[in-house]
């Protein structure tokens, strides 16, 4: 395989990810969100639920998942 066709398979398993990811986001925000945290159990901001009606975690919650994820 040339090196001009190993770029352009390349190119095309990058649109295929990123697009899987685009499809992926776009289901969380159609999930039904919740009132309160999955984790701690403290009610979620009414403005959160606004901006995210899918949220299930509180900000902090949120936060600490986000920074767990980025560690592994």
């Known amino acids: 395989m040339s090196d001009e066709a190993n ?3 390349a190119e095309i398993l990058a649109d295929r990810e990123r697009q899987t990811a685009i499809d992926a986001a776009k289901g969380a925000l159609k999930r039904a969100g919740s009132e309160f945290c999955d ?3 403290v ?3 009414a403005s959160r639920r606004q901006a995210i009606p ?3 975690r509180c ?3 949120q ?3 986000e920074a767990a994820e ?3």
């Open 54 to 56: 899918s949220a299930r």
């Open 43 to 45: 009610a979620i901001l």
């Open 7 to 9: 770029f352009d398979l």
């Open 39 to 41: 984790d701690c159990g």
């Open 70 to 72: 980025k560690a592994r």
């Open 59 to 61: 900000t902090p919650c």
């Open 63 to 65: 936060n600490t998942h």
